[in-house]
């Protein structure tokens, strides 16, 4: 086994992965203002890449010229700033997960030296590339072969992203272990990190900001005005299927999913357990999480269905009490709430009962 993080980004790389901090470093003395008005087309390619990605719900594949990589590598910033500053979470979210799938469709068939460095840089995640297979102890030689694991990822750093992966596959007892590393093959490593993928450029974006003066730019204002007369509207919300009126940190959690806002944990799990509570099915809970928008609807179904207590122990898990969504710093209260102590007491509603259910 060795260990590879010495790679050296190249300038291929830059254009194929173009939030690499290498990229930032070339643009960094540069004024904004160059790319907009540089003689490559750098604007018209990022409104091209913009409007592309929110109607097909991936990136457009670019030529390999240099010139075109060139175009393309400095076209993603610019499209994070226009992206950013239309100011709506479901374009945001769009144009994230379009760029996420196509990093995945080229990580797929990437260099097998160019993986470790990229995830240790984009992600933090360490992986070794797991080339001198008699060298791995528990595991045979034609075992490895076979199935062609090209990585070990730790123990830990592999249970914390394979626990919400929904199939037998991903269970621990599945994998091949030895001496607290993981084996993966490259496609296994790609759906295990996808997810963080997306959430990496999705912040990326988010925590952009924009100078005023930039939202005052001829060039950009006019490219925003196009991308925003194409752009699709958001899906209305589901929320016609409980007749009560939501409690406030409930209808907050549905608005946040169904725009493509990023959720705590504790909102999804609100949202989720409130609306089983409320009568919906586990079909209507998993249909409430927008697939165009970054949700895997396996593992949104694997979730809500162990919430459901159909998939684990087959414990159900109750509502979160209200100081417990307090605590969580996911609670909305308004003069409405009054004193009840769970939300499906708002309005009067519904008695909270226990019947051997479990908090989370
Ligand atoms: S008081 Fe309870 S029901 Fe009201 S917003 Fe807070 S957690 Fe929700």
Redesign the pocket.
């Known amino acids: 086994m060795i260990d590879i993080l010495n790679y050296i980004i190249g300038e291929d790389d830059k254009s194929k992965y173009p939030f690499l901090p290498e990229v930032g470093k070339q643009m960094t003395g540069r004024n904004i203002q160059d790319f907009l008005n540089s003689e490559l087309p750098i604007l018209e390619n990022a409104k091209d890449r913009i409007i592309y990605s929110l109607k097909n719900g991936t990136s457009p594949e670019f030529d390999e010229t240099i010139e075109m990589k060139t175009i393309s590598k400095y076209s993603f910033p610019i499209a994070m700033l226009l992206v950013r500053s239309t100011n709506q979470s479901y374009l945001i979210s769009r144009f994230a997960l379009a760029e996420s799938r196509r990093v995945e469709d080229i990580l797929h068939n990437e260099n097998p030296d160019v993986i470790p460095q990229i995830f240790k840089t984009i992600l933090n995640v360490k992986l070794s590339q797991s080339k001198d297979i008699n060298e791995e102890s528990n595991v045979t030689s034609e075992f490895l072969v076979k199935n062609r694991f090209k990585y070990k990822i730790s123990l830990s750093d592999y249970l914390s992203r394979s626990i919400s992966l929904p199939k037998n596959q991903w269970r621990l007892v599945n994998r091949s272990v030895s001496s607290g590393y993981v084996f993966l093959t490259q496609d296994e490593l790609i759906t295990l990190l996808r997810e963080e993928i997306y959430q990496m450029i999705r912040s990326k974006i988010e925590e952009l900001k924009i100078p005023p003066a930039l939202l005052e730019d001829e060039s950009m204002k006019s490219t925003l005005e196009q991308i925003l007369k194409v752009a699709p509207r958001p899906p209305k919300a589901k929320i016609q299927v409980f007749s009560g009126e939501y409690?406030?940190?409930?209808a907050k959690a549905i608005e946040m999913i169904q725009k493509g806002d990023q959720v705590p944990h504790s909102g999804k799990f609100l949202m989720t357990t409130f609306l089983l509570r409320a009568g919906k099915t586990v079909d209507d809970v998993i249909d409430m999480y927008p697939t165009n928008l970054g949700f895997n609807q396996n593992i949104t179904r694997y979730q809500v269905e162990h919430i459901a207590g159909l998939k684990g122990g087959g414990t159900k898990y109750d509502v979160p009490?209200?100081s417990t969504?307090?605590m969580k710093d996911?609670?909305?209260?308004?003069d409405?709430?009054g004193t009840?102590k769970?939300?499906l007491?708002?309005n009067g509603k519904t008695p909270v009962k226990k019947n051997g259910r479990k908090n989370s």
């Open positions: 409690p406030p940190c409930v009490s209200c969504m307090k996911f609670c909305y209260k308004t409405a709430c009840i769970n939300p007491q708002f």
